[in-house]
């Protein structure tokens, strides 16, 4: 058997998070638990990068169940390790790839980094737009283009399904079908809920005291007690950080702008390099960031 047989990469903030719980329905796959291994990738997140090569056999770990396995490491996409890690190891492996208009998701992630004050942990001062942009950390995921051009020197363009979040979103059904066809699986009648395993901003809320104290009473627990209830968390979809004693109002953040004016250039040419890498039509990303740079709006 080998470790894995497919990826669902992509880009944070483009709805992998969605669909991998909801492909976790069908009998014939299962979801690496958690969602997010990061095995392969020297990318283990936003800011850590571990460039020890991977332990193949670590996935029997992440497996309990039989069917096909999937590893849904966002963050693979982006590093620049992966693409010959995983030819060297399965040359034939499958793609689920899934994007979004590459400014708006650059917002979004940096909205939820600050949320999370996840900068702030990791010695860095995300709190200016500009800085945040000039990060690789941040930019990095933006640019498909150059990212793919990395990907498309082990593999062919047909190892990857190429999945617009906003067809996730206002398709769900087509798009899982999709993805079975893409992966050789029978149909599978989903229970469909855009709203749970959403990931939004709207679930990020700010601690109290009190929610402050219970995080860090929580943390302290062995994890061999921890699991088991975070599992149960995840399977009702329960934020318990987000209950009112424990947390405040979620923050919603206008957007300038000149958010877009910073990343437009950039990111506009990277667009047409992924359009002539994959023949996959960006037309409609670029129509969308020049409507937004001419005006401001809320994107969560």
């Keep these: 058997m080998q470790p894995i047989d497919a990826f669902i990469v992509g880009v944070p903030k483009a709805g992998t998070t969605w669909l991998a719980n909801t492909m976790s329905q069908h009998p014939q796959i299962q979801i690496s638990d958690p969602k997010e291994p990061n095995i392969v990738s020297s990318h283990k997140g936003t800011f850590d990068r571990i460039l020890m090569e991977p332990n193949w056999l670590d996935y029997e770990n992440y497996f309990t169940k039989n ?23 399965i040359p034939d492996m499958k793609f689920i790839l899934c994007l979004r208009e590459p400014i708006s998701r650059t917002i979004s992630h940096w909205n939820m980094v600050r949320d999370t004050k996840s900068d702030i942990e990791n010695n860095v001062d995300w709190s200016d737009f500009s800085i945040a942009w000039s990060d690789d950390r941040l930019k990095s995921s933006s640019l498909y283009g150059q990212c793919m051009e990395r990907w ?14 906003n067809h996730m979103r206002n398709e769900p059904n087509k798009i899982l079908s999709q993805v079975e066809n893409f992966l050789n699986l029978n149909s599978h009648n989903y229970i469909i809920n855009l709203q749970k395993h959403a990931n939004s901003a709207s679930d990020r809320r700010p601690l109290t005291k009190l929610g402050k104290l219970f995080r860090r009473a929580f943390s302290n627990i062995p994890k061999t007690i921890k699991k088991p209830i975070v599992n149960k968390l995840q399977s009702i979809d329960l934020n318990i950080y987000s209950m009112p004693i424990i947390s405040g109002k979620p923050k919603i953040r206008k957007v300038n702008k000149n958010y877009y004016k910073i990343c437009s250039s950039i990111v506009i040419n990277d667009l047409k390099k992924f359009e002539k890498l994959t023949n996959y039509s960006t037309a409609h990303w670029i129509t969308e960031i020049n409507q937004y740079s ?7």
């Design 152 to 165: 498309l020197e082990y593999f062919s363009i047909d190892n990857f399904l190429i999945i617009d979040s």
């Design 294 to 300: 001419s005006d401001s709006n809320q994107i969560s």
């Design 67 to 89: 069917g096909l396995r999937i590893d849904a490491s966002v963050h693979t996409f982006a590093c620049p390790l992966s693409p010959k890690r995983i030819f060297n190891k």
